[in-house]
């Protein structure tokens, strides 16, 4: 069975960090895209950053420069290093697990919410 388990999230300051983390079991885990997704309240869920198993990353323009996805592929966990955090990153991280012409699994969630 598959899991994916997100965990770091939290109320934060504007200009604060954060690091979430993805623990995840029941895949091949170093054979998975990763990735990390956010919904904000009243819209769609939008890409942030995504990994492949060779370590090539792929980030979103609103985040680029100031957040950083990361895996240890040993610990079969993907990371998510958020700086500079904006109000407007404020949402509901997901992170997913996929391989090429696969159905992706997803995590549960974890909140993240940045005041001004």
């Known amino acids: 069975q598959v899991q994916l388990v997100e965990s770091g999230g939290g109320l934060v300051q504007a200009g604060g960090s954060l690091r979430l983390s993805c623990a995840a079991s029941?895949?091949?885990?170093?054979?998975?895209?990763m990735g990390w997704y956010r919904q904000a309240p009243g819209k769609g869920r939008e890409l942030v950053a995504t990994?492949?198993?060779?370590?090539?990353?792929n980030y979103a323009d609103s985040v680029k420069g100031r957040f950083t996805i990361s895996r240890d592929n040993a610990k079969n966990t993907v990371y998510l290093q958020m700086n500079s955090l904006k109000p407007e990153d404020t949402a509901v991280y997901y992170c997913?697990?996929?391989?090429?012409?696969?159905?992706?699994?997803w995590g549960q969630g974890t909140q993240v919410t940045v005041s001004s």
């Open positions: 997913s697990a996929k391989r090429v012409l696969s159905t992706a699994y």
């Open positions: 029941g895949v091949t885990f170093s054979r998975h895209i």
């Open positions: 990994i492949t198993s060779g370590g090539n990353t």
